[in-house]
């Protein structure tokens, strides 16, 4: 038995841009951050949401599904401001921004012998031409989104990376199949830190494997982003917070983009796996959170990777599931003993059987557990020994140049798709909220 549900992907494609149009689409990224700054902009002074649409929609000089798509952006960013006040108020743009479309309005693809050609709407009656480059997976990809049905071509961007004009296209799968979560052999628990995430593949007879991934950088890299942020503040230089914000998110998406991808590749090895993760509706009891940016700061790796890791999971045919995340950490996995005093920080030892563990392992380990109790008629196995903590760490890696925000999450108006919770293989610099 499987499960059937909507996978979204998103695709790049470098730009071959027929010669003598080059600069519309430079244009086009213009207008685009005249337009979101200019919702802001009405915002701020206490226009209503209906009326800043429509005297917008109609000033832009954007074709005009294309600038409902920009509107839309920047009704996210308030959304999110509004919502979670989690970054400060939304500040108005000083890079160029990406040109956000409507798969057959805003752009078009036309799929040849050898090539795909595009034709982007830069403008009202005005549009730029040229073929796609890029590799073949993301060529085959694509060529199965426009021809099968059971695929649809959604949104795209068109924006500037690394100084090469690119789209990022995304292909939606609607009937993608995952295995049904009650024939699964091998459960694996995730236990997801701010600085690791620790994973522990169990069967009903034993445990198979496990391993923790360190990555240390992202943890590095955000409190340096958010203690520079901080002190610009400070300064009264709120203008340059948006570049920082999104450096720190690109560096961070990338980093998760990574580190997920190691986990599906460690978990596709086992029979029919699932993933279990800790529900993150409660927050988990072993981390202090002070203030509301403390509890930003530390909280937000844990549900992007987990989106992160059950798309890329969902995508090779991977179920994932939860459970109740209290106490998990403080579970003995040997005997069963639950007692805050069992963790100290990264060590885990049983104040009743004396079991000792990497604290994070050992985490990953009851969320395994505990999955296979929840179930109907399944033997959670007795734990005895338990083999090595292998451990990985994420390449340090230098960061590129940065082009600034590109694809957000929301979906809501009008049928269009996006890179929902960070599909892409591909680093696209999606930013994303909370
Ligand atoms: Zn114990």
Redesign the pocket.
């Known amino acids: 038995m499987t499960q059937t549900q909507a996978l979204t992907k998103t695709l790049v494609f470098p730009l071959d841009v027929q010669s003598g149009n080059e600069s519309l689409l430079h244009d086009a990224r213009l207008e685009c951050r005249r337009v979101f700054n200019e919702v802001l902009r009405l915002n701020y002074d206490g226009w209503n949401w209906d009326k800043i649409e429509n005297v917008v929609e109609q000033n832009a000089d954007l074709v005009q599904n294309t600038a409902q798509r920009i509107i839309d952006k920047a009704f996210d960013a308030l959304d999110n401001y509004y919502d979670y006040d989690d970054w400060g108020r939304p500040w108005y743009k000083h890079e160029t921004f990406p040109l956000r479309m409507n798969y057959g309005e805003g752009y078009n693809l036309f799929l040849e012998d050898e090539t795909v050609r595009f034709r982007i709407s830069a403008k009202p009656y005005n549009h730029v031409k040229g073929e796609l480059r890029g590799t073949q997976d993301q060529f085959d990809l694509l060529r199965q989104a426009i021809e099968d049905d059971d695929w649809h071509v959604g949104t795209a961007e068109a924006l500037v990376r690394h100084g090469r004009e690119e789209l990022h296209a995304t292909v939606t799968n609607e009937t993608a199949e995952v295995g049904a979560k009650t024939t699964t052999e091998t459960v694996t628990g995730v236990d997801i830190n701010e600085d690791c995430v620790a994973l522990a593949a169990l069967t009903e007879h034993g445990i198979e494997d496990s391993v923790v991934i360190d990555y240390p950088e992202i943890k590095e890299q955000r409190h340096r982003y958010f203690t520079m942020r901080k002190r610009m503040q400070e300064a009264g230089q709120t203008g340059f917070n948006d570049v920082f914000r999104d450096k720190e998110q690109q560096f961070v998406h990338d980093q998760l983009h990574t580190v997920s991808r190691r986990v599906v590749e460690w978990i596709q090895r086992f029979d029919s796996p699932v993933i279990v993760f800790e529900d993150l509706k409660d927050m988990r009891d072993d981390i202090e959170y002070g203030t509301r940016m403390n509890r930003r700061l530390h909280s937000l790796p844990f549900a992007k990777l987990r989106d992160f890791i059950t798309y890329k999971a969902a995508w090779r045919g991977i179920p994932s599931d939860d459970v109740d995340p209290e106490y998990t950490s403080q579970q003995?996995p040997?005997?069963?003993?639950t007692e805050r005093a069992n963790r100290h920080k990264k060590r885990f030892k049983?104040c009743?059987?004396e079991?000792q563990d990497h604290a994070d392992r050992g985490a990953g380990i009851s969320v395994a557990q505990k999955w296979l109790r929840t179930q109907e008629d399944r033997n959670v196995p007795a734990l005895n020994t338990l083999p090595q903590v292998r451990k990985w760490e994420l390449r340090r890696q230098a960061s590129g140049p940065v082009d600034g925000p590109t694809v957000t999450h929301h979906t809501e108006r009008g049928h269009q798709t996006d890179g929902v919770s960070g599909v892409s293989d591909q680093s696209t610099g999606r930013s994303s909220g909370a």
């Open positions: 003995c040997v005997c069963g003993h049983c009743e059987c079991h």
